[in-house]
DNA sequence: GTCTAGTGTCATTTG
DNA sequence: ACCAAATGACACTAG
């Protein structure tokens, strides 16, 4: 039973597979113990998932023996469930590891771990051994909101798969069993940064250790053979206790040190190819003993020439000098997360195991080597061109970062504004990366297999971090992606300044050039959780790994926003976008709201002018009637008129001709016969006076 | 192929 | 002066 280092989580992760590529180059076949990282809150009886499904050689471990220890993955719940974050963590392992002040990595959800059968030689395995947690988990740049976890693997999983956060491991180190389920980029770039630092601390306490184990290596070697013994011989419960010591010897550096001088070395005495003299012969005998035993079928046959596949940060890592441009917040600097990780051996299928290349005791033997290394040690004896793949590498299986993505936002070949950096880029080019697929089964974020387009689908559609590409993960793709200079924040220059219509510009293009049986999955990863396809900012988001949605983005308040930006451990790409996503997003609810006024003005002026076409209508009928009224009381009155002179009689009996003389009613009440001369004349003599009038009132 | 409605985006104006 | 909202104009797509 090998511990992992009180400092493994990101950078030890990281250092650690650092002499596994040296190893890669030599083409080793490793026989080793596998390292699992376990979800802080594990629980007896939780069973961790394998990515491989129940149909692969896979294995999962149920992380205690109260669930039966060790299970095949087909017997295992095929989800992670959520674990109660209240519970307080049980188990003598769990209570060993945070005694010792391991990284912890808070999580609330087992979603899928690193356990991965690795037949011998099987390249696929040794990939999914180095890092499938990644894969596996999901959640990616949602995966704060969903409140998923991403595992961290015991191989090297993409420690960004973990949603830590700055808050998070300050709480930790106060109250370590405080749930966290909330996901944020800036915890997990503290994270990693606060492992590295960490590493590199633990560096420079051990050096002191390399110093003094010489002298005492045999009688160590037989104390450690002695205790993986008495290891092999006790039940699964008293395994804890006695790994417990086992720590407290790690802890001490005294168990440890034998191996580091004897890794030392070997480095130092091949210095070209330090790890040229390592041979099956050369592993320590406590290798063996411990490969006997109960623990005999708990090793990985790794072929290390094909485990390049995540926990590839280190160079990432190291290069984030001050200069680099994350931001880093000084609160996350100084916490450091305490949550232990909880280390069980590995198992692999006993028929698998290749003979005869057994290493077991080389894991803990390098890890510790690396321990006692400087950060500069480290740069000085790595090859810098692996670092550069492994950099390229790990932008492929960083958490959130599809390369898929990204190559496929380059590509979509409209644009609305000519900004498109890349033309060339139409459907040809389209072609030319599907011809890829089949020339090398690995360009960056492509891959034959239907199985790994299906991954990656779903890996994208649950904002899966880290990304498991079991054939893109290959050194083929490695070369690939540096042959085309990929680099994430220049292509996003490219993606902010492509102004494309995606969502129908992606079916209207893709579809057509015939990705068989695979551009609906392809597709699949531009469809979020509600089934539409999401937009060029929700797949940029997700592809620059911006830890909020584009809806949040969106709608937060200004104070917020601002807040945000500033709490955040966001890169200047990646605030960049959110601000051109929050002004894009602002402007398009805007033009929405404007169009929207602009129909409701158009609608209420059609309707005012039917109410006033409506109106003008009414009144024209009212006119039309008080004519006819007027009309008909005119008639009436003329009709009066000549009926009341028709009865007048003048002094001789004579009728009173109406031309000559007319009806004048007086003010009170009373009729007059006057000659028409003298109306007409009184007429005037009125009007005039009513002209007066109305002058002198102007 | 053309037309139209709808949409996203940018540049500019407005409050 | 600064910012967000509003708006005009353009490009693009689907029907």
């Known amino acids: 039973m ?3 280092k009180p400092w493994w989580s990101d950078g030890g992760g990281l250092l650690h597979l650092t002499i596994l590529l040296s190893l890669a180059e030599l083409r080793l076949d490793l026989d080793l113990d596998l390292y699992l990282l376990l979800p802080p809150r594990t629980l007896p009886g939780d069973e961790l998932l394998l990515p491989g499904g129940p149909t692969s050689p896979a294995y999962a471990l149920s992380p205690f023996p109260a669930s039966g220890g060790w299970g095949r993955a087909d017997q295992l719940h095929p989800k992670g469930r ?4 209240a519970a307080p963590p049980e188990g003598q392992l769990l209570r060993e590891v945070r005694a010792l002040g391991v990284p912890f990595i808070p999580c609330t959800r087992v979603d899928a771990w690193l356990v991965h059968s690795v037949a011998a030689g099987d390249a696929d395995g040794a990939h999914a051994l180095l890092g499938t947690a990644a894969a596996s988990s999901a959640g990616g740049v949602g995966a704060g909101v969903d409140g998923g976890s991403q595992a961290a693997s015991g191989g090297g999983g993409d420690p960004r798969a973990d949603p830590s956060s700055p808050l998070a491991a300050g709480e930790e180190e106060k109250a370590p069993a405080e749930p966290t389920a909330q996901v944020s980029d800036a915890g997990r770039h503290a994270t990693e940064e606060n492992e590295v630092l960490r590493a590199v601390d633990h560096s420079f306490q051990h050096e002191e250790n390399e110093q003094r184990a010489s002298t005492q290596k045999e009688k160590q070697l037989q104390q450690m053979n002695q205790d993986e013994n008495k290891i092999a011989d006790k039940p699964a419960w008293e395994l804890e206790k006695t790994t417990e010591s086992s720590h407290e010897r790690h802890q001490n550096g005294t168990d440890t040190s034998l191996f580091l001088e004897d890794l030392f070395q070997l480095l130092s005495s091949q210095p070209e190819n330090p790890l040229e ?31 390049l596949s995540q926990d590839v940060n280190l160079h990432e890592a190291m290069l984030l000098g001050p200069d680099n441009t994350f931001r880093r917040d000084p609160i996350a600097r100084t916490s450091q997360p305490q949550e232990p990780f909880l280390q069980l051996n ?3 299928n006993p ?85 890829s697929l089949s020339l090398c089964d690995g360009a960056i974020g492509y891959s034959t297999d239907p199985e790994d387009l299906e991954s990656l689908s779903r890996h994208d559609l649950e904002g899966a971090v880290g990304g498991y590409y079991p054939e893109s993960s290959k050194l083929c793709h490695v070369g690939h992606r540096s042959d085309t200079n990929f680099d994430a924040d220049l292509a996003f220059q490219h993606v902010l300044h492509n102004h494309t219509y995606h969502s129908s510009a992606l079916e209207s293009t893709s579809e057509p050039l015939s990705w068989p049986g695979e551009s609906q999955k392809i597709r699949s990863s531009y469809l979020n959780d509600t089934g539409r396809n999401l937009s060029r900012d929700e797949r940029c988001a997700k592809a620059l790994r911006i830890p909020f949605t584009v809806d949040e983005i969106v709608r937060m308040p200004v104070d917020s926003f601002n807040s945000m930006l500033s709490r955040h451990y966001l890169t200047d790409t990646q605030v960049s976008l959110i601000r051109d996503i929050r002004r894009r997003g602002k402007n398009k609810v805007a033009a929405q709201n404007c169009r929207k006024r602009k129909l409701d003005e158009i609608l209420n ?15 024209n009928r009212e006119r039309v009637q008080c004519h006819k009224a007027i009309n008909t009381m005119k008639q009436k009155l ?25 009806l004048q009613c007086s003010h009170d009440g009373s009729v007059l016969i006057l000659p028409k001369e003298l109306v007409t004349s009184g007429h005037k003599k009125e009007n005039q006076k009513g002209k007066r009038k109305s002058e002198r009132r102007n």
């Open 346 to 348: 590995s198992i692999t």
């Open 351 to 435: 028929e698998q195991t290749l003979p005869g290349t057994n290493l077991t005791g080389f894991l803990p033997l390098f890890d510790n080597q690396m321990r006692n290394l400087t950060s500069q040690d480290l740069l000085y004896d790595l090859d810098i061109n692996i670092f550069d793949e492994i950099n390229l590498t790990s932008l492929a299986t960083e958490e959130g970062f599809d390369p898929m993505l990204v190559s496929q936002l380059f590509e979509e070949p409209d644009s609305d504004s000519g900004l498109s950096l890349n033309s060339s880029y139409n459907s040809t080019s389209v072609a030319k990366s599907n011809s």
């Open 82 to 85: 959520e674990l109660d974050p």
């Open 2 to 4: 090998k511990y992992l």
């Open 277 to 307: 003299g390592i041979s099956l012969g050369d592993t320590p005998p406590l290798a063996a003993s411990i490969s006997d035993g109960m623990y005999s079928s708990t090793h990985y046959n790794v072929n290390f020439s094909q485990a």
């Open 638 to 662: 003329h009709e009066l008129y000549h009926d009341v002179f028709s009865r007048l009689r003048d002094d001789q009996g004579r009728p009173v001709n109406p031309n000559q003389y007319a």
């Open 605 to 619: 002026l059609e309707d005012d002018v039917c109410n006033l076409q409506a109106k003008k209508e009414t009144l």
